[in-house]
């Protein structure tokens, strides 16, 4: 096949003999290549179903396999516990005529298995982040007999930790294992959507004095099948659709779902009948719903319910019947599911899958596409967008189709092979705390010295000064959760050993306070603010009615019964990056006829087109609402738009006469000013240039707790880094820029002003 193929050892080709390739794939080529003559870090980044956990692990089993190692040989991280389980049953087939052992460590295995490897630490580990914490915090005096000898560390999915504190714990875990085990392992990163391959490299490489490398390589052209389906909730009688037809068309059914039925969800029943396929949400409630409303459509049809749920507040055994079932060659059965069936959980052969509303992320758009189109299939996905028809008296910010702009956008994005980048230069100060309580916890006393070279010495923390790490220290043992010791020495105190006595510390991410939801021996899953006993939640894709509420355990138990409710599983925001939200403006500029959209959808984006062109949203970013009343449209992401809303309640107000400013995020601003549009560009680019720190967009006495561990942290902590690694400030500054110019600025002439708004827009 290649020279790679010859230098995989033995056991490794008579695996690919037994499945029957004929050749290599370009990415495994490439990956043999790199791991096998160098020494370097290794990025991995390739289309879904390439055969990137294979492009990795031969060489990696090839390489243990010839030099035996004394410890665990390879750590494999990954961000869910079904991808390791997932994983598991692929790496033991291939391992083990290797004679190489894998074991999965996580919550959900059992401690046999754990205690096993304890005694005999070799092969493969698989773990997540948390529980790589927790085996640092309790297990800190094994960890060189486990990991003396450690090789390589695979970081599956990596795209999904380069935006927030998991990925940045994630780094600081591996640097904690690598100085702690002495050992000096390959770091291997794998994913399907690096939008900067050379970015997420450096990510990789953290403070290691290796190099990273990205193999390049040749691959074929992915192919799919994509289509945009819009539906009003009473859709308007005069609609007439333009004459535009999708290759990907898919006729909406004409009795599919029972009378009175969401026409949007009869859409899906009727294009799911026969095929396996995924429904994606974008938050557990909605996921919830739209099951409920398609089980009651088997119901009502008298047909046999094929839809399951997955998202992650559902039990393991909720969870593993989903998977099961769709693996399941003899049925035919959809999962509805949030992001935990994104990434590359084997679920079976796919056909379809469909998408309520747009993602946040051209990231999240591609992995969920990516999980159809498999065995030489082209992907296949299909937005669903449902909005409520707008009212005849709306403004006119309400009758724009965002959701419907932002599946385009998504679209257009990936089209042009843009992905989210990392987003890695902040201050976190939240998991700061995290790591200094669980390395002290671990490693036990050391001076205010040692830990501070213990920690400030993580890649992650690259722009904490020692100054602030100071502060930090000192608030901490004025809270008692380190405590000075009589020689001046640190170590946790009783407030920290509080925090650490729970096992949701291991995680940086933000979780809810509980309940097991349960019905007779059988768990649901779990919820936040269970009603009283008598009141009804709905989970696992169907409605219970409370019987018991027990506040102590923090368990549910609920009965069986019939109707609709909503679900509530705790807030979840979404982060949309600021290309998307430019891309949106050029889809409603833009006169192009794209050609996945489905009649309905191309009918709504036209009439949305028409409405953008009468008020002149396709040329300035302000528009005139009323007698003093504005809308702004900033085209800014999450961060970029909070920004520039505290701009002006905090730098503007005074000068334009600023009242009763109302957001719809981060798409506009509704707001009554007593200035006109030159003075308002005026002000807001004097503000900007004026602007020196940040720290001036917090409102006076603000604790603007963002992250987890953020109520631990000094205030005056919190706000900076909130001001100086959340705000996005610098985009902020250069929009305004572009909007009102030097010469728009000295001449005060609004169309000058108007012309630079023009020319932003089209510049992005």
Not at 392 to 402: K, S
Request: net charge neutral; hydrophobic share 40%.
């Amino acid at each position: 096949m290649s020279d790679v193929f010859a230098r995989y050892a033995p056991f490794v080709q008579d695996f690919i003999y037994r499945n029957g390739w004929e050749r290599l794939r370009s990415v495994q080529v490439a990956a043999g290549e790199a791991i096998f003559s160098s020494d370097a870090h290794v990025l991995l980044t390739a289309s879904t179903a390439s055969g990137k956990t294979e492009a990795a692990f031969f060489p990696i089993l090839t390489l243990l396999a010839e030099n035996p190692p004394a410890s665990i040989g390879c750590l494999y991280v990954a961000p869910l516990k079904a991808l390791i389980n997932d994983q598991f049953g692929r790496l033991t087939e291939l391992c083990e005529e290797g004679g190489i052992k894998v074991t999965a460590w996580h919550g959900d295995v059992g401690q046999s298995r754990k205690d096993k490897l304890m005694r005999h630490p070799s092969g493969i580990l698989q773990i997540t982040p948390e529980s790589l914490e927790a085996l640092l915090l309790h297990r800190h005096a094994a960890i060189p007999s486990l990991f003396c000898d450690l090789r390589f560390i695979v970081i599956d999915e990596i795209h999904s930790l380069l935006r927030g504190d998991r990925g940045m714990q994630t780094m600081c875990l591996i640097e904690r294992l690598s100085r702690l085990s002495g050992a000096d392992p390959r770091r291997i990163g794998l994913s399907a959507t690096i939008g900067d391959p050379e970015a997420a490299a450096a990510f990789l490489r953290g403070c290691s004095k290796r190099p990273a490398v990205v193999p390049r390589f040749t691959a074929p052209a992915a192919k799919a099948r994509l289509s945009i389906g819009h539906w009003f909730v009473a859709a308007p009688l005069d609609a007439e659709p333009p004459a535009v037809r999708p290759e990907a068309m898919l006729e909406a059914p004409e009795s599919a779902a029972p009378s009175g039925a969401d026409p949007a969800l009869g859409f899906i029943y009727e294009q799911t009948r026969g095929r396996n396929a995924l429904v994606f949400t974008n938050s557990r409630e909605e996921c919830e719903a739209v099951t409920s409303e398609l089980h009651d459509y088997c119901r009502r049809k008298g047909e046999p319910d094929r839809f399951f749920i997955h998202h992650g507040n559902l039990s393991k055994a909720v969870r593993s019947d989903a998977e099961a079932a769709m693996k399941d060659e003899e049925t035919v059965k959809t999962i509805c599911a949030t992001a935990t069936l994104e990434l590359g959980i084997d679920v079976g052969r796919l056909e379809r899958a469909f998408q309520i509303d747009a993602p946040f992320t051209v990231s999240g758009f591609l992995q969920r596409l990516g999980r159809t189109g498999r065995r030489g299939q082209p992907a296949e996905m299909h937005f669903v967008i449902r909005e409520e028809e707008p009212e005849a008296r709306a403004q006119l910010p309400a009758t724009l189709p965002w959701k419907l702009l932002q599946a385009c956008a998504l679209i257009e994005c990936a089209r042009a092979h843009w992905v989210e980048p990392p987003r890695l230069d902040v201050l976190p100060f939240s998991l700061l705390y995290h790591q200094t309580m669980t390395t002290l916890a671990g490693e036990g006393e050391m001076t205010p010295a040692e830990l501070a070279q213990r920690i400030l010495t993580l890649s992650p923390f690259h722009r904490i000064s020692k100054d602030d790490y100071r502060r930090l220290l000192k608030h901490l043992i004025a809270t008692d959760q380190i405590e000075r010791t009589e020689r001046g020495s640190l170590i946790v105190g009783l407030m920290g050993e509080r925090q650490l006595a729970s096992y949701r510390f291991y995680a940086v991410f933000q979780e809810n306070e509980e309940f097991a939801v349960r019905t007779e021996s059988r768990e649901l899953g779990t919820l936040v603010r269970p009603p009283a006993a008598g009141g009804k939640v709905a989970i696992a894709g169907h409605v219970w009615e409370v019987e018991e509420v027990d506040i102590d355990r923090h368990v549910v138990w609920v009965k069986p019964v019939m109707g609709r409710v909503p679900a509530f599983f705790g807030l979840c925001a979404g982060d949309i990056h600021t290309h998307v939200l430019e891309t949106m403006c050029q889809v409603l500029r833009s006169d192009e006829l794209y050609r996945y959209l489905q009649p309905p959808a191309a009918a709504r984006l036209a009439e949305a087109r028409e409405y953008a062109r009468r008020a002149g949203i396709d040329r300035f970013p302000l528009v005139r609402l009323g007698e003093r009343e504005w809308c702004l449209f900033p085209w800014l992401g999450t961060y970029g738009f909070l920004a520039m809303e505290r701009l002006l309640k905090l730098k503007c107000a005074k000068s334009i006469g600023l009242s009763d400013l109302d957001t719809m995020r981060p798409y506009y601003m509704i707001f009554r000013m007593k200035t006109d549009a030159p003075g308002f560009f005026r002000a807001l680019a004097n503000a900007a240039d004026e602007l020196d720190d940040p720290m001036e967009l917090l409102f006076p006495g603000e604790i603007p707790v963002f992250a987890k561990y953020d109520a631990f942290v000094p205030g005056e902590l919190v706000r900076k880094g909130f001001a100086l690694g959340v705000l996005g400030v610098a985009e902020m500054k250069a929009r305004i820029r572009h909007w009102a110019g030097r010469a728009g600025r000295d001449s005060g002439g609004p169309g000058i002003i108007e012309d630079a708004s023009v020319r932003a827009l089209s510049q992005g």
